[in-house]
């Protein structure tokens, strides 16, 4: 655009400020980057801009009209080892094999890689899964083995049955009378339906007591175990209320009375014998607790009073010094020599003795 033109144009502007009654102060323009060539708009008679037909509208470059894409620098970088998980609502999403997730171990956080923690997971589902497998055979184990014993038991209750008719038989073969009353019986037994069905009733009645009796066993068997379980727990509980009770000793003196029927699977009986345990620890402990309290305020004593009379034989030391006067000496005079002791003395020591007596008169 010439610049005759560019003029032409901010004095029109300028002049429509005034006549709005606009402040004559030019607005504040901010540089733009790059400055697009836009195509000289026509001008009607009176010197202003005609309306732009959209028709002629010329275009701006695709530079200026759509914003820049992002290049492939600025995007994140793709995933390259990830493991493929699901959102909430089913559909794929790639979690990165390095990413660590927080776990809280007592009062730390520590930060695992959830490769780890997957790991972790399928083999606690791998154990789950093969514990109650393992659980469902050992009772289904248990199961054919109680069934086992039952049939067991009812075919030693039909021999022991058929051994004492075998008993009875043999019996009466040895008295006449007693033989005549056996076939007779027999006679009886078969032709007599009622006394065939009570007969029979008896044999199968000997044989579901048999069976019964193991089911009743395992069932015992079963409760005991679950009662020694529930009984393990309440002790391991109640220990952390009484912690200078022994809990094995609570647990064979709460076997003794479930055995005595002194005690039910209850844990107010497992209390109970803490208690009792505790108040005989307290009253044992009681006269030797009083006798080291004695003791230890004996030692205290003494040891204060032995630090007391060190303490006045320093004080008393300290004064017989600052009684005595300090002696001072004068230049080089002669340490005084202490006087010669009386006593008996050898020919090899006249003379000396002899010249010292002359030197301190």
Do not use: C
Request: no cysteine; aromatic share 6%; glycine share 4%.
């Amino acid at each position: 655009m010439p610049d005759e033109t560019i003029e032409s144009v901010a004095k029109d502007i300028k002049a429509s400020w005034i006549a709005d009654g606009t402040p004559a102060v030019e607005p504040v323009t901010t540089e733009t980057p790059a400055v697009v060539a836009v195509p000289e708009q026509p001008r009607g008679p009176d010197g202003k801009f005609l309306a732009a037909d959209a028709s002629s509208a010329t275009p701006l470059p695709a530079a200026a009209a759509a914003p820049a894409t992002p290049t492939p620098a600025s995007t994140p970088a793709a995933i390259q080892e990830f493991i493929e998980a699901q959102l909430a609502d089913g559909s794929p999403f790639k979690v990165p094999k390095g990413l660590r997730l927080p776990l809280k171990r007592g009062d730390t956080i520590v930060y695992d890689p959830v490769e780890e923690i997957q790991s972790r997971g399928m083999m606690e589902r791998d154990y789950r899964i093969k514990t109650d497998e393992a659980s469902r055979f050992r009772r289904e184990t248990e199961q054919m083995q109680t069934q086992l014993r039952a049939e067991t038991a009812k075919v030693e209750a039909r021999d022991k049955w058929l051994a004492e008719r075998e008993a009875e038989m043999i019996e009466a073969q040895k008295d006449p009378a007693k033989w005549e009353s056996y076939q007779q019986m027999q006679a009886l037994y078969q032709t007599n339906p009622h006394f065939r069905k009570t007969l029979d009733d008896a044999l199968a009645k000997r044989e579901t007591d048999a069976e019964i009796a193991v089911y009743r066993e395992q069932e015992h068997a079963a409760a005991v175990t679950q009662g020694a379980e529930l009984a393990y727990s309440w002790i391991t509980e109640a220990s952390r209320e009484f912690p200078g009770v022994d809990p094995e000793r609570v647990r064979v003196l709460y076997s003794q009375a479930l055995k005595a029927g002194m005690a039910a699977i209850d844990p107010a009986d497992v209390r109970a014998i803490y208690q009792q345990e505790a108040g005989y620890l307290t009253k044992s402990r009681g006269p030797l607790e009083q006798e080291l309290a004695t003791l230890k305020a004996q030692v205290e004593a003494l040891t204060a009073a032995k630090a007391a009379e060190k303490q006045n034989a320093t004080t008393q030391h300290a004064v017989q010094r600052a009684k005595t006067p300090p002696v001072a000496t004068v230049g080089n005079a002669p340490t005084p020599v202490p006087p010669l002791t009386p006593g008996r003395f050898g020919q090899n020591e006249l003379v000396e003795r002899n010249a010292e007596w002359a030197r301190q008169r």
